[in-house]
């Protein structure tokens, strides 16, 4: 079993400015309508390659297709022929309890469905996703799973617990993915920042604050109090383990490996908080400027683009 386990210190996210956020994205989507040219926005302008096939829009049942354009080919390869479509089914939709989606996953390299619920949708209390996956050409090492799950109501109950204050029982994110080769378990953990917590040299929104060691830990800390902003102490910790016979090769691997991958973790989570911390730092929009934003990328989305963020 290999266990890999980090700490940064991150910039805070303002509870209400998230909230709000959330319940004007919900509005516009929810001021959508449908009819014989596809999918329209509250003014009429086309959503591209979306169109509902089955059902009410936007109730239990309702079914949509979207349509995606074929990948750029890879250098010397042929280009994909025609484009392609998923298919999105709402399980529910009522925004006081929540909001369930399934999207179906059918193409040359993996077919299978992937499912994301929304509790209390007008203000967002948890998240729940599943995925199932698997390659059309079967075998044994071609099957994984995953579930995963935020609980935003005990995420902001622990970032706003006094300095001293036991964790809570569970962390307010988990997740767990199932391979043939092994299983992957991940749990993050937050509490607010200045307490005496650890901290590392991405957390600082300054340069000088880089510095290795305990004077960038003590320089973030106060290059944040002194910019006026809030900080979240974030721990995330991956544990990793081979299944049946697989155990003792993958502990082998593990253990000649320990030194490099704790090494890259690190690294990563460090460049995921640096980057989270610029651009909170750089301002975010209000969310009347976020739902302009997110309206003019759903409009100018071209069939098969990722969608909007």
């Given at each position: 079993m290999a266990?890999?386990?980090?700490?940064?210190t991150v910039a805070a996210l303002d509870r209400s400015w998230f909230e709000e956020c959330a319940a004007l994205l919900l509005d516009v989507v929810e001021s959508t309508r449908t009819g014989p040219g596809g999918t329209l926005l509250e003014g009429g302008e086309p959503v591209p390659g979306v169109r509902l096939v089955r059902g009410r829009h936007l109730r239990a049942g309702a079914r949509y297709t979207v349509t995606q354009a074929p990948?750029?080919?890879?250098?010397?390869?042929?280009?994909?022929?025609?484009?392609?479509?998923?298919?999105?089914?709402?399980?529910?939709w009522r925004r006081s309890t929540a909001i369930a989606v399934e999207q179906r996953v059918a193409s040359a390299d993996a077919a299978g469905r992937v499912?994301?619920?929304?509790?209390?949708?007008?203000?967002?209390?948890?998240?729940?996703?599943?995925?199932?996956?698997?390659?059309?050409?079967?075998?044994?090492?071609?099957?994984?799973?995953?579930?995963?799950?935020?609980?935003?109501?005990a995420w902001?109950?622990?970032?706003?617990?006094?300095?001293?204050?036991?964790?809570?029982?569970?962390?307010?994110?988990?997740?767990?993915?199932?391979?043939?080769?092994?299983?992957?378990?991940?749990?993050?953990?937050?509490?607010?920042?200045g307490d005496g917590a650890r901290r590392t040299g991405a957390e600082a929104p300054e340069a000088g604050a880089r510095k290795a060691g305990k004077d960038a830990r003590k320089a973030g800390a106060?290059?944040?109090?002194?910019?006026?902003?809030?900080?979240w102490e974030v721990g995330v910790l991956v544990t990793v383990r081979g299944r049946a016979l697989l155990r003792p090769p993958a502990a082998l691997a593990l253990l000649l490996f320990r030194i490099p991958l704790k090494r890259a973790f690190r690294q990563g989570i460090d460049e995921a908080a640096a980057r989270w911390n610029e651009v909170v730092d750089a301002g975010l929009p209000s969310p009347g400027e976020l739902r302009a934003e997110f309206t003019e990328a759903v409009v100018t989305r071209r069939p098969g683009d990722p969608g909007p963020g």
């Open positions: 266990r890999l386990h980090h700490t940064v990948a750029p080919p890879a250098p010397g390869r042929a280009p994909q022929a025609g484009a392609g479509t998923l298919t999105v089914g709402i399980r529910e499912t994301l619920r929304i509790r209390t949708p007008d203000r967002p209390s948890g998240l729940e996703a599943a995925c199932t996956l698997r390659s059309p050409a079967g075998g044994f090492l071609q099957r994984i799973s995953g579930r995963a799950r935020c609980d935003l109501a902001w109950a622990a970032v706003a617990a006094p300095p001293g204050a036991l964790p809570a029982a569970r962390p307010p994110v988990s997740a767990r993915a199932r391979h043939p080769l092994g299983r992957a378990d991940l749990s993050i953990t937050v509490r607010p920042a106060e290059a944040w109090e002194a910019a006026g902003v809030g900080a």
